[in-house]
């Protein structure tokens, strides 16, 4: 019997559906879309059509067009595979087997990468994935793609040797590093100390926060200021328990590796002002020097400087541009571009200067100083114990996965203490054992010319082009630098003793606001020497009767500040305040720099080379220098009272002997002929000066070729037009001594004659 339920249709219900609260929901993009469907349908086609295909940071994008084109014309060219067409495995097993010939290795055995090469077969699965996405590679044939390269390896195709072994430079030896840097400046003299101590800053960066060298500056092919900021560093003065005053900083790490295109904060390091000892790679040191310096700050001086944020309620520094990249731009001249960030480059190529001055034995890069913090941090007395491995993982932004991705880093929060300074007191012996050697004297880079490139494009059979020739030029300083390195046996490398002496030389202190800048474009030197070279001018008309070198009486420049480094001390041992308050301030630069000055910084000055014998002369050309210092006796007169001349003249002279010779040489010159027999001896020349000119006009050196350089080569074909020139050619090219310079040029008169 059929029940009611049976006769029942819940279709036959009729309902109201319920309310969507959502539906409002996006109506006002919604409406603006609305009104622009046509151009939006019409745009979006544009966009779609003109989509790129790369993706990735710069460096990432520019590989995978670089294998990308690469494929793609073998594909059309070699294999005539239309490239519209889906590829095949067989077509990049084919192109696996073809192309490494074709491309150029750094390697002695001219054998590619195995990560070359795989990196190669990625890229080009990546961009064929993204081309056709239909395109994906069968059961099996990835195995037939890790044969290949197996075969390719056991027939030298390719090679899993190294290039390079990984170092680790400790802490120790990166404040050697960034000493090297300095003292170098302070002895030898630069284009610019802004320069220095910002290599110096690189350098106390990296072995502090343990960052790579792209996490601190300008990654290459990113544009803006995708780099460590002013902004991004915090310094406060901290008062301790027991009422010590001290800087402490705070760095914040935004555009690290895989994160380049996010400004978000990734990494936040803590670091401590170091002591006196280590003021060459102290962060904070540095960082304040260099924003009194380059004017980022109120502040004239670091007193001022330090008087005012203790005033300030959060006790912190603020700099007056804080968008300005902390580690700038420099041009060939050494000449720092403030408001554009450093590159990746400019990091390296100061860090292989300072192991060259180091003396550093191994071939060694930045990311060498990543590794010897790790391995520092992880056996860290203070923390070997129990949480080593944390720490390190937390300083280098790694740890496991979570850490891997940043989720751990995020939960954290805090930022990681760097603990630099014991780090640096460990003993060097408990940290890496693989440190890198040194030897007793640093580097000094061979000079390699025109003709030694063109001569080892001959003897390896490379064309003449600009690629081959820069390919010459490295694997030539590759080759000067390993025989350097295997004629200096490492030394026995002790731990020297850095305790910052306790007897500091007093300096002057600057209490009045940094000088204007000064408008010429010339570097002022001091009004004495310019009356020198005056008077050195006027005597040079003696040219062909006395030595050159012997008209620049040493005692003339006894009086020149050649250089502010206090006698009694070592500046970059001096107390924090005096050692800021002197790297502040100093502003000596090579003749040929364009004076920068402003800041903090002096008035810029002349450096003045001093002689390596002992005697008193100096010059702002290092290569006359060395041309003295050939020739120097060693001789220190000593420095008394100065001598008038007796007859009268005006002259003074800083020995009896001197004011003698001058009159037997000037006042007492018997009128003579020419020297040279093939002159006409029956003129007399009555003074040394109408001698002079005639010895300078009439027999003046001839422009001429060297005869002593192959032929063809620059040296022979070039025109020598001064004589000066030709003897540095001589001097530096073939070698040869002053004294054989001028035997060949005595030679030549005596033929004449």
Known sequence: MAGAADDFNSSDIEYEERPNKFLRCGGASLGRAL????????????????????????????????????????????????????????????????????????????????DTMRGAIEHIISTTQGRFPEFKLKLGEASRIKA???????????????????????????????????????????????????????????????????DITRSDGLVGNKCVKYGDVEIQVKTDEAGNEDLVAVISLRYTKGKKDSSNVEQRVRIRMLSNTFNASDTIKLILVMALR?????????????????????????????????????????????????????????????????????????????????????TLSATKNFDGEARTAKLLNHSHSSTFRGVTASYIGEAVESR??????????????????????????????????????????????ESSRRKARRCMDKANREAWAKSNDATTFEVPDLAASSEVGSTTKRKRPAPAPVDSNEIPIDPRLENIFAQVGAETVLDGIVDPEELFDVDLFEDVDTNTTPTSSDPLSLPSIEFMDYFSRINLQSQTTKPVNGGSRDTSS????????????????KEVMQRHNKICK??????????????????????????????????NFVPKPCPRKDCDQTVLYPNPTSMSNHMSTVHRFSPRTCPNCPPGTTGATKIWKRKEGFRTHHIGMHRWTVEMFDAMLEAEVNEEV
Not at 41 to 57: D, H, I, W
Not at 185 to 205: E, H, K, N, P, T
């Open 148 to 214: 290949v390269f197996s075969d390719l390896l056991s027939k030298g195709v390719i090679t899993k040797d190294v290039s390079r072994t990984g170092q680790w430079l400790g802490s120790r030896i990166v404040y050697m590093l960034a000493r090297a840097l300095m003292q170098n400046a302070l002895s030898q003299g630069c284009r610019s100390w802004d320069f220095v101590i910002q290599g110096a800053l690189y350098l106390g960066l990296m072995v502090s926060t343990g960052s790579r060298v792209g």
């Open 294 to 378: 380059t004017g980022n700050v109120e502040e004239n001086t670091i007193e001022d400087l330090i008087a005012t944020t203790k005033k300030r309620r959060g006790r912190s520094v603020v700099w007056k541009d804080p968008t300005l990249p902390l580690l700038a731009k420099a041009t060939t001249g050494h000449v720092l571009k403030l408001s554009e960030p450093a590159t990746t480059t400019q990091g390296q190529t100061i860090f292989r200067k300072a192991t060259d001055l180091l003396g550093v034995l191994n071939v060694c890069g930045t990311h060498d100083i990543r590794r010897g913090v790790a391995s520092e941090t992880h």
């Open 35 to 114: 009104a622009r469907a046509t151009e939006d349908r019409k745009e979006s086609k544009v966009a779609f059509k003109q989509r790129p295909l790369y993706y990735g940071a710069p460096k990432t994008q520019n590989a995978q067009a670089l294998w990308d084109n690469r494929f793609r014309s073998f594909l059309s060219s070699t294999l005539n595979v239309d490239p519209n067409q889906t590829p095949t495995c067989e077509n990049i097993i084919r192109f696996l087997y073809a192309y490494p010939k074709h491309l150029i290795s750094r390697a002695p055995s001219g054998a590619i990468s195995f």
């Open 606 to 621: 002349v450096f003045l080379h001093t002689c390596d014998q002992g005697c008193l002369y100096t010059h702002p050309s």
């Open 634 to 667: 060693g001789i220190i007169r000593n420095v008394g009272p100065r001598v008038a001349c007796p007859r009268g003249c005006g002259k003074d002279f800083s020995t009896d002997k001197g004011a003698k010779e001058h009159v037997r040489v000037f006042h």
């Open 420 to 465: 630099l300074e014991e780090r640096l007191d460990e003993s060097m012996g408990n940290m890496a054992q693989d440190a890198a050697k040194i030897a007793a004297m640093s580097y000094q880079a061979v000079h390699i010319n025109k003709n030694d490139i063109q001569k080892y494009l001959l003897d390896n059979g490379l064309p003449d082009t």
